[in-house]
């Protein structure tokens, strides 16, 4: 086992203005993604990892009416993914009808995130979730 000492992490952030597109939060997820070699290693990962980014930049824009900051950080156990808006309302769960357009987002995040959290912040709150690689110490590579 490695010496706590030893450990690397890796990490990327990103601000995604309001006029931002989520498809350029969902690609530029999926190129750290495939910098890990998650591409190759864990593709149906790679999926969850994109859509739930999706999931919160677009809560942050639509729920939250703000620029959201995507940070990434793999610590070589866990792809920490953390999106930060400037509302301090933190995010409820909705009871969704079977024909409502939205009100799944936090059910989405859960089925898809190892785990989860949401924090408040001085300007606003995180919402981080982590995600594991299957055979993380032989199939993930931080760069």
Same mark, same amino acid.
Do not use: Y
């Given at each position: 086992?490695?010496?706590?000492? /030893?450990?690397?992490?890796?990490? =990327? *952030?990103? @601000?995604?203005?309001? /006029? $931002?597109?989520? %498809?350029?939060?969902?690609? #530029? $997820? ?6 890990l070699g =998650?591409? &190759? $290693? ?5 999926? @969850? ?16 009416? @703000? !620029?959201?900051?995507?940070?990434? $950080? #793999? ?7 953390t999106?930060?808006?400037? /509302? ?5 769960q909705?009871? *969704?009808?079977?024909? !409502? ?14 785990? =989860?959290?949401?924090? &408040?912040?001085?300007?606003? %709150? ?9 055979? !993380? @110490? ?6």
């Amino acid at each position: 086992m490695a010496d706590e000492s /030893s450990m690397r992490a890796v990490g =990327w *952030a990103r @601000s995604l203005p309001l /006029s $931002t597109g989520v %498809k350029e939060a969902r690609d #530029w $997820t999926r190129a750290h993604m495939a910098a890990l070699g =998650w591409e &190759r $290693t864990a593709p149906t990962l790679v999926d @969850s990892v994109v859509l739930a980014v999706s999931e919160l930049v677009t809560n942050a824009h639509v729920h939250a009416h @703000s !620029a959201a900051q995507l940070i990434l $950080t #793999w610590d070589e156990h866990c792809l920490h993914v953390t999106v930060h808006d400037a /509302s301090p309302r933190l995010p409820e769960q909705r009871h *969704a009808d079977h024909g !409502a357009l939205g009100g799944r987002g936090l059910l989405l995040v859960d089925a898809l995130a190892d785990d =989860w959290q949401v924090r &408040r912040c001085p300007r606003g %709150k995180d919402v981080t979730m982590c995600f594991q690689p299957p055979l !993380a @110490s032989e199939g993930a590579q931080g760069g």
